[in-house]
């Protein structure tokens, strides 16, 4: 029989989740949509239709790891999920906001191995944010910095939160549909500005770089708050790093109090996921 956690990383639009080894690598990978708007009911029923996916029978699990976004971007709570996975399931079953578990996996065995103070952003449709001190979660279970909902602009737009002009409008999915409204660009999603970029439009690259200065004013305050060595960004955004890194470092360059830290990107698939194998430790 293999031995093997399961990871789960939901975010607003799929549940991705992992069967993973004990040493961290990922062995099976399955993704269905996370179908948030539509209630606590439907997050219900798909996570546990992704579990009967990977704990076939020949699978003895050693833990089920849930990274949850923050309650802000979740209709249903970690331990009502908790709950309903632990009626079905006699494995053990921990949680672990995500943002924290994609950057233990960096600071474990990524970039930040070699660092001691490690902040992960995640740009996403949320912006999450981890900090893992000399290998430890600054502020674990499921608490994490919430760097996401700190308001960057106190008349700003109005976010999932209730709160205003947060980091997360400027830095997150929702910023780059608005930025695509102010530049006339059609374009949906970040991938299709993404796309743009690529093929050299000008409007698309300038796109970018505002996004990059928001971003950089963003992990200013990082900066400040934090005095991390090294930060990682992840998620879908991150993609798009050669077009907003002079503008977003030029930012942080310019206006941090503190030394500005190292930024890399993530280079993992999966960091949350596979952390899996080491959040339960
Ligand atoms: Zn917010």
Avoid at 71 to 78: E, Q
Avoid at 86 to 98: A, I, T
């Amino acid at each position: 029989m293999k031995k093997a956690f399961v990871g789960f990383d939901v975010g607003g639009t799929n549940i991705e989740a992992g069967l993973v080894s004990e040493q961290g690598k990922i062995l099976a990978l399955f993704s269905h949509p996370a179908q948030t708007n539509k209630g606590k009911k439907q997050i219900a029923q798909n996570t546990i239709k992704v579990l009967e996916k990977l704990l076939t029978p020949d699978i003895k699990c050693l833990g089920i790891c849930l990274a949850w976004p923050s309650p802000a971007n979740m209709p249903l709570t970690i331990s009502e999920i908790k709950k309903i996975i632990s009626q079905k399931y006699k494995c053990p079953v921990f949680f672990e906001n995500d943002a924290n578990l994609f950057t233990l996996t960096e600071a474990l065995r990524g970039q930040g191995k070699k660092h001691k103070t490690v902040v992960g952003v995640t740009l996403g449709t949320g912006v999450g944010c981890g900090v893992v001190d000399n290998k430890k979660i600054f502020n674990g279970r499921g608490e994490a910095s919430e760097f996401g909902h700190v308001s960057l602009n106190f008349d700003g737009p109005k976010c999932v939160c209730g709160n205003k002009g947060c980091f997360e409008e400027y830095a997150g999915s929702r910023a780059l549909k608005r930025l695509a409204k102010k530049y006339k660009l059609t374009a949906k999603n970040g991938q299709e500005l993404y796309n743009l970029a690529r093929q050299g439009n000008k409007k698309a690259l300038k796109l970018w770089q505002e996004f990059g200065k928001y971003l950089g004013i963003g992990l200013t305050s990082i900066t400040n708050a934090y005095d991390p060595d090294v930060i990682i960004l992840g998620g879908q955004i991150s993609k798009a790093y050669k077009y907003f890194d002079k503008a977003m470092k030029q930012e942080i360059k310019t206006k941090a109090l503190l030394k500005p830290p190292i930024i890399k990107v993530s280079k993992f698939k999966n960091a949350a996921i596979a952390a899996a194998a080491f959040a339960s430790k």
